[in-house]
């Protein structure tokens, strides 16, 4: 069977995060996310960070090694946008001045 790419686009916010989850107020974050072969990134939209995982060595996604492989970073960075400007996807977001981040804290 010959490899493909998988897409994930998710812009926005899911609330019900836990004590079991990272995030204690929401389930997911803003992302876009690509994996092709052992390689997965995930685009954070709030604060424009970058995870790179290599699968095959980190099934648990528990290393982030963008720093350690910039090139492959830029390279699915580059692939995801295409893919995002092909299907038209939502992605470019104006910050909301009213936002305050402590205010529930």
Do not use: C
């Not at 010959?2 to 899911?14: A, D, E, G, Q, V």
């Not at 648990?60 to 350690?68: D, G, P």
């Amino acid at each position: 069977m010959k490899n493909r790419t998988l897409y994930w686009h998710f812009p926005s916010y899911l609330e019900g995060g836990n004590k079991e989850s990272a995030d204690q107020m929401f389930r997911s974050r803003p992302v876009s996310v690509i994996r092709q072969d052992e390689w997965k990134l995930i685009e954070n939209y709030e604060d424009q960070s970058l995870e790179l995982y290599n699968l095959k060595k980190d099934l648990s996604e528990t290393q982030n090694v963008a720093s350690q492989y910039p090139q492959k970073a830029k390279e699915l960075k580059r692939t995801l946008d295409d893919k995002k400007e092909e299907v038209n996807a939502p992605y470019r977001f104006k910050q909301n001045p009213l936002y305050q981040p402590n205010l529930n804290q």
